[in-house]
């Protein structure tokens, strides 16, 4: 797909089939998240890609939503603040800029592959660091399952350019 068709239809996908995600549509997923920028290129997280179903079920038990354990696939987007560039002015962690950066990344790949994808910050940090041994400094930052679309995804709509956008000349 040229780049803004892959812009364009990139949804937020909560059905899935039950096809597998093929390994050549994951190589390519983890290439763009390698090449994702972070703070000082320091990446301080990690992709932790799930396929086994009952991993997938303890952690989206930790989701409100009964459709994130049905994909095939489930993301787990760990970060570490103290591997993070930090800021000068307070000193606080990028971490999760850095992770949202990959995670763009991702989610962009995943479409360009044909595949469905959601952003999943409405879960409980506590119990998924729990189920896949998490430990402290790193944690959970985000979550996404992945795999085919089961159905087209609706069309969306954007705000306009006067609601987005200011200028200062």
């Not at 489930?74 to 591997?83: D, F, K």
């Not at 910050?121 to 506590?126: L, P, V």
């Not at 189920?131 to 679309?149: C, D, E, F, K, R």
Request: charged letters at 20%.
């Amino acid at each position: 797909m040229e780049f803004f068709d892959v812009l364009r239809t990139r949804r937020s996908i909560r059905a899935y089939q039950p096809t597998p995600v093929p390994a050549e549509a994951i190589e390519k997923i983890k290439e763009a998240i390698r090449l994702a920028p972070t703070g000082c290129n320091f990446q301080p997280f990690r992709f932790i890609f799930i396929t086994n179903e009952e991993v997938r079920k303890q952690v989206a038990a930790y989701y409100p939503g009964k459709w994130l354990g049905e994909a095939p696939m489930l993301v787990a987007v760990i970060g570490n603040p103290e591997a993070a560039w930090h800021r000068r002015d307070g000193g606080e962690s990028i971490v999760e800029i850095d992770v949202a950066i990959a995670m763009e990344h991702f989610q962009l790949a995943a479409a360009d592959c044909g595949l469905g994808s959601c952003w999943i910050g409405a879960f409980n940090r506590k119990g998924v660091n729990q189920v896949l041994n998490i430990q402290a400094p790193w944690s959970t930052v985000i979550l996404a399952p992945l795999g085919y679309p089961a159905q087209d995804a609706a069309p969306r709509t954007n705000k306009s350019d006067e609601e987005l956008f200011s200028f200062i000349d």
